[in-house]
């Protein structure tokens, strides 16, 4: 069956700094894969997805991720973090090309706090 | 941003009254999606639809009944509502599963069952 794990609940950066998140996945074949935000009270805003072609992805507000198949992962990055992206990240897998409904399975979400 | 709108936004419930929770969309994507999202669980997908009148059972179905009688509108039913069904809802759309499965969310209804 399909799981996606994010290892950490919570994370604190200091503004300006680096950011990674950690994204695991189970599935046997290539998945179809995504990174949400949700800011406080809002609904999930996606930022970036896998689908195939080039393992390093681009995606809005800076962030990027890279798709490792050896170690089923796809952490998302981001160079500076500003205060504004304080929120909960969310990653997901789809099942890919063998899927015909387009369900996702999401992974339990890192809550990003910013320091000044 | 997708046009996906949920109603209500918030509500306040009694334990054993039915509630109907209300998804719309103006993009006429065929697929529709219901998650709850709880701390620590991050979003499980509820039940989805793959075109009108056609819809499937996702992770946590129990308790939970949907309809969907044309494109744009999607509903959620809690036949008896429990306190465990507190949570916030979110309805989801996509284009096409195969090629695309980037799903929209729309802006939640967070639902408080008492």
């Known amino acids: 069956a399909q799981s996606v794990t994010q290892p950490d609940i919570h994370i604190t950066v200091s503004e300006g700094a680096s950011l990674e998140l950690r994204c695991n996945y189970s599935y046997g074949a290539t998945p179809y894969l995504f990174w949400y935000v949700q800011s406080p009270g809002q609904g999930l805003q996606l930022l970036l997805k896998?689908?195939?072609?080039?393992?390093l992805v681009q995606g809005i507000k800076g962030f990027e991720a890279e798709f490792k198949r050896s170690q089923s992962s796809f952490n998302l990055r981001k160079p500076s973090v500003h205060w504004s992206d304080a929120a909960e990240y969310f990653c997901a897998v789809g099942r890919g090309p063998s899927s015909n409904t387009g369900k996702l399975i999401f992974g339990q979400g890192t809550t990003l706090q910013v320091k000044p | 941003d997708a046009g996906i709108t949920q109603s209500p936004r918030h509500k306040v419930t009694e334990t054993g009254t039915p509630v109907t929770l209300r998804c719309h969309q103006t993009e006429n994507h065929r697929y529709m999606y219901w998650y709850r999202q709880d701390p620590g669980h991050g979003l499980r997908l509820i039940h989805y639809s793959y075109g009108v009148k056609d819809t499937d059972k996702g992770e946590v179905s129990d308790g939970y009944s949907v309809s969907r009688s044309k494109t744009e509108d999607f509903l959620l039913t809690l036949e008896s509502a429990t306190s465990s069904q507190t949570s916030v809802y979110f309805c989801a759309i996509s284009e096409t599963p195969v090629t695309q499965e980037t799903q929209y969310f729309g802006p939640g209804t967070r639902l408080l069952v008492l």
């Open positions: 896998y689908f195939s072609g080039d393992t």
